[in-house]
Every structure is written in structure tokens, then in C-alpha cells.
């Protein structure tokens, strides 16, 4: 079974920077969607930012100008480039890929998650 491998989470003062990454721990065909995801203790899932196969890119706003999502197609990898970090940045970070999108087969991928912590 394909798995979604992140890393580079960490702890980082606020002002600092982290990139995540993310790849298939296998072979994966059809992707249309990546993307990160975080959740806060004691708070829900929130989309942070996205990206499409034609490379359009999606933001929450509360990280416009500060994130950067691309991706790598032959790789099967996307990244997260955090600059600015806030404390309120502070979660655990979820890549999600999204194969087959809008098809019958349409298949979620989800990671395992990597900690992000932002200190003041």
C-alpha cells in the first residue's frame, strides 16, 4: 500500500523558516491535487495551501505571502516553504494528494503528519 512520507517539521523561533516535504513511499498514478493541511490542538483541520497538476495554487489567507507550495510531478513530491513563521503557525502538518479527482477512483492520500512548533 502506497503511504505519504512527510518531513521537515521542527521547532523554529518566530521570524524563522521550515520547508516540509512530502513524496509516495511508492508508485502513484493520476494526481490532480496536493496539498497541505494543519490542525492546532483543540482545533479542526484547516487547508493551508494547494496545488493542481496545471500548477494553479490555492492559499489560506492567514499564510499568503508567507508559504510557498510547489511540486515535483516526475517525483511525486510536494513542498511547503514557510517563511515568517508565527507562533500561531504552531500544528501538526498534513500533506494530502489527490489522485483520479472527480472520477469514480478518485483516492485521497494523506501523510502521517509532522509537528511544526514556532517558539516567541
Known amino acids: 500500500q502506497v503511504h505519504l512520507v512527510e518531513s521537515g517539521g521542527g521547532l523554529v523561533q518566530a521570524g524563522g523558516s521550515l520547508r516540509l516535504s512530502c513524496a509516495t513511499s511508492g508508485r502513484v498514478f493520476g494526481i490532480n491535487f496536493m496539498g497541505w493541511y494543519r490542525q492546532a490542538p483543540g482545533k479542526q483541520r484547516e487547508l493551508v495551501a494547494t496545488t493542481t497538476s496545471g500548477g494553479f495554487t490555492n492559499y489560506a489567507d492567514s499564510v499568503k505571502g508567507r508559504f510557498t507550495i510547489s511540486r515535483d510531478n516526475a517525483k511525486n513530491t510536494v513542498y511547503l516553504q514557510m517563511n515568517s513563521l508565527k507562533p500561531e503557525d504552531t500544528a501538526v502538518y498534513y500533506c494530502?494528494?489527490?489522485?483520479?479527482?472527480?472520477?469514480?477512483?478518485?483516492?485521497?492520500?494523506w501523510g502521517q503528519g509532522t509537528q511544526v512548533t514556532v517558539s516567541t
Open positions: 494530502n494528494f489527490v489522485a483520479y479527482a472527480g472520477t469514480p477512483t478518485e483516492y485521497d492520500y
